[in-house]
């Protein structure tokens, strides 16, 4: 499988995040957040936060960082670097592409 429909564009007003179930080839589930920056652009990224079991898409989403709403890690959506203690860890992000109307996401070859 390469990419699959995530939303649509309509779905995700920028300067917010949403989590979209996506299938791996292999058939596992895989949960990413679907991030638009304040700017208006697409990134995917995993929805579990690095620290803990918790949903970057529901973080606050400022720029084009997302931030863990349970201790504060702010997550790079560009690059899935963590600027912010405590998490250390990068979390995957993936390529986005819009047409049209749908944004398109393949999980299988993440870009980090
Ligand atoms: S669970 Fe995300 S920063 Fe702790």
């Known amino acids: ?9 309509a779905d995700v007003a920028p300067g917010t995040a ?7 080839a292999s058939g596992a589930d895989v949960p990413v957040a679907i ?3 304040s700017e208006g652009d697409f990134y995917a990224i995993d929805d579990l936060c690095t620290h803990g079991a ?12 997302v931030e863990c ?7 790079d959506v560009r690059t899935g670097e963590p600027d912010e203690l405590p998490a250390i860890t990068p979390v995957k992000t993936y390529p ?4 049209g109307e749908r944004v ?8 980090s």
């Open 69 to 75: 709403w349970a201790h504060g890690s702010r997550f």
């Open 1 to 9: 499988m390469s990419e699959q429909v995530a939303c649509d564009v």
């Open 104 to 111: 398109l996401v393949d999980v299988d070859h993440p870009n």
């Open 54 to 65: 918790v949903s970057l898409s529901e973080g606050e989403v400022e720029g084009c960082f």
């Open 18 to 24: 949403m989590l979209a179930e996506l299938t791996l």
């Open 96 to 99: 986005v592409r819009v047409d």
């Open 35 to 37: 991030v638009r920056s």
